[in-house]
């Protein structure tokens, strides 16, 4: 659960509690006893409970109106947290040793221990530097802009444009322009790993990464063995994809701008990291029959969908399914569309600022296809938090973090053609029927087959600079190196200039989220779908599947949310899909006849980079 609120809302919520956790301190003479431990337990959630909503209202704040002050109250809130926290990390090691302890004390322990993503050692000052350093990095990214035509351009727009524009020497444009925003972040993000591994290592790890490995309630290194397992699973896939890309690439610009051997060009797949190809579907789209005939961005423009009524349209989705409405205040208070007057941080999120029902959105939305299915994304974390708002305050999380971000891409799974007619946004003379399906597939695997070393890579990247495996000199050509490696790309432009830091434009880098959730939630949502079609009764094959106004799913999803983070993620995944086991063999399924139509396609060609 710590890893789910925001650093600034977990800091104040410890802030103030330092003198009751003190009140519930062991007598100096005794031994902890069992009871002890449960009443420091409590103690500590009752504290979090309470406090959480200032530090919650501060970090909203700084995200939807960054500037000097709300900069100043976040980086305080965030230092206050990460000292507090730490102190109560080092308590709940202690308690953690008692004898004879009951299954949600220990588990609530572990959780104080372990949840933190960006420690600090008990040092004056170190917790301050540290989260200066992190709301520093955060804004940064927020405020950032490249070029387009010349003309200086906000990051959302131009994440926007790198979906749109075809002309590669714009898109090179884009891309390179963007990517200077790292720049001034290198050091700061070396100083950041510096202080952030002394904390961990004062907490009992041997870095920042191996704490966040800690998190799966399971062994942290056969959790990177089954992350290497998995993507051994889905990686022939993403091989054929990347080399039908590649091919329809060559064919599109010729051979100066993207050759048909070796690695594609960073800026061509319709996304300023390459990390989902579904916007070049125009591009690549199989020859005359096959070919779906329609467009989601085109339909919502041609039915003047506003960012309002997309969030609607999402909400509709989860009410048809026996979810209560969203709040009133829902819609007084997120931040749907990008205000025209302030810097604000665009990537989106969604927050729980009360742990109860003060639900909100904070995007930047435009009317497109990629922010359709980010709506659906975030509102699965809303209705996510609102099931599980009965639990006590530590287990006010998700399964794994994986199942965060995976219930809204799962709902998304069921935009089906069919469901598109029943929004009235298809025509149902244009519904592809079963010769489509190669080209549903196809533009469907380009989102979420592509993503999958994005996914990996990240952390790949992270938890080598913590261990040090990495060193800041080479920050950015091991970067560079991991996604030729694992996506088979290279930055448009040859050599990066010696003072890159590309990382630091990708969001969760300087906003010091992990990413191996979201690797996780692309094989999860794929499992919850299968089930999910199972549990409807549905026989046809998995991407013609939506399950749209099922209540009897929606009840069976609403009891795995409902538990929280009360049980381990295996008895979650088994409550709604039957098997303990995170793997690929759903998704692998679902994509299997386009599998076997890639194949076909790529016979021939030499595959790999
Ligand atoms: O960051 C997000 C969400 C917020 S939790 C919009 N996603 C990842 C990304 O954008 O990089 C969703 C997909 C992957
Ligand atoms: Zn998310």
Same mark, same amino acid.
């Given at each position: ?48 409970? &309470? /406090? ?31 000292? *507090? ?30 949840? !933190? ?15 200066? $350093? ?23 727009? =131009? ?11 714009? /898109? ?19 100083? @950041? ?15 920042? #990464?191996?704490?966040?490995?800690? #998190? ?51 800026? /061509? =797949? ?98 497109? *296809? ?22 006590? @305050? ?16 799962? $709902? ?13 946004? /298809? ?10 399906? $190669? ?19 990240? &952390? ?23 996604? @030729? ?9 040859? &050599? ?7 990382? #630091? ?67 979650? =995944? ?9 793997? #690929?063999?759903?998704? *692998?399924?679902?994509?299997?006849? !386009? ?15």
């Amino acid at each position: 659960m710590l890893r789910q609120i925001s650093t600034a809302a977990l800091a104040a919520a410890l802030l103030t509690g330092a003198a009751r956790a003190d009140h519930h301190q062991p007598a100096e003479t005794g031994q902890p006893t069992a009871a002890d431990a449960r009443s420091f337990v409590e103690s500590a959630e009752e504290r979090l409970a &309470d /406090l959480s909503i200032y530090a919650a209202k501060a970090a909203w704040v700084n995200a939807t109106y960054i500037n000097v002050d709300t900069d100043f109250l976040a980086a305080r809130a965030g230092a206050e947290f990460t000292e *507090a926290a730490v102190e109560l990390a080092n308590q709940a090691a202690r308690y953690a040793e008692v004898e004879g302890l009951d299954y949600d004390t220990k588990r609530k322990l572990n959780m104080l221990r372990q949840g !933190l993503t960006a420690p600090a050692p008990d040092i004056p000052g170190a917790a301050d530097e540290l989260s200066t $350093i992190l709301t520093g990095l955060q804004s940064a990214y927020g405020k950032g802009t490249g070029t387009y035509k010349g003309e200086t351009t906000r990051g959302n727009e =131009l994440e926007a444009l790198m979906g749109t524009v075809r002309d590669p020497e714009l /898109l090179e444009e884009m891309w390179t322009s963007w990517h200077r925003v790292g720049v001034p972040m290198k050091e700061d993000y070396a100083r @950041f790993v510096e202080i952030s591994n002394e904390g961990a290592q004062a907490l009992g790890y041997a870095d920042t #990464g191996a704490m966040w490995r800690s #998190g799966y309630d399971m062994d942290p290194d056969e959790f990177a063995r089954l992350l290497d397992r998995t993507w051994n699973e889905v990686k022939p896939l993403y091989d054929q994809l990347h080399c039908y890309v590649r091919a329809e690439l060559n064919e599109e610009y010729g051979d100066e701008v993207q050759p048909a051997d070796g690695p594609i060009r960073a800026d /061509l =797949l319709g996304n300023m990291w390459a990390q989902e190809w579904g916007n070049i579907y125009p591009l690549v789209a199989p020859e005359g029959a096959g070919d779906i005939g329609y467009d989601l961005t085109d339909l919502l423009e041609g039915a003047d969908y506003t960012p309002v009524k997309i969030v609607e349209t999402g909400e509709a989705f989860f009410t048809s399914l026996g979810f209560d409405e969203l709040p009133e205040t829902f819609w007084q208070r997120s931040q749907i569309t990008a205000p025209a007057d302030r810097e604000v941080v665009c990537h989106a999120s969604a927050w729980d600022v009360d742990n109860e029902d003060d639900l909100r959105i904070k995007m930047c939305t435009r009317v497109n *296809a990629d922010d359709f299915v980010t709506v659906h994304h975030e509102l699965g974390h809303n209705f996510y938090q609102r099931a599980y708002s009965n639990q006590p @305050f530590l287990y006010k999380g998700s399964a794994n973090d994986g199942f965060h971000e995976a219930v809204g891409d799962f $709902i998304a799974l069921s935009v089906t053609p069919e469901y598109l007619v029943d929004l009235g946004l /298809l025509d149902p003379a244009n519904v592809p029927d079963e010769s489509k399906d $190669i080209g549903l597939l196809l533009r469907q695997a380009l989102d979420k087959v592509a993503f999958l070393p994005f996914g990996l890579l990240i &952390d790949k990247w992270r938890w080598q600079v913590f261990s040090g495996e990495i060193q800041p000199a080479d920050y950015n050509s091991a970067w560079t190196q991991l996604r @030729f490696d694992y996506q088979g790309i290279t930055p448009p432009g040859g &050599d990066r200039p010696g003072d890159s830091f590309d990382p #630091g434009a990708k969001y969760h880098v300087p906003g010091n989220t992990p990413y191996t959730r979201y690797y996780l939630a692309r094989l999860l949502q794929f499992q919850f779908h299968k089930a999910a079609c199972d549990q409807a009764g549905w026989e046809g094959p998995l991407h013609r599947c939506s399950i749209y106004a099922d209540e009897e799913v929606g009840e069976k999803l609403n009891a795995m949310l409902a538990m929280g983070s009360s049980r381990p993620w295996p008895d979650a =995944l088994e409550a709604f899909t039957g098997t303990r086991d995170m793997n #690929g063999s759903a998704m *692998a399924e679902y994509f299997a006849p !386009l599998t076997e139509w890639l194949e076909g396609q790529n016979r021939g060609r030499s595959c790999g980079w």
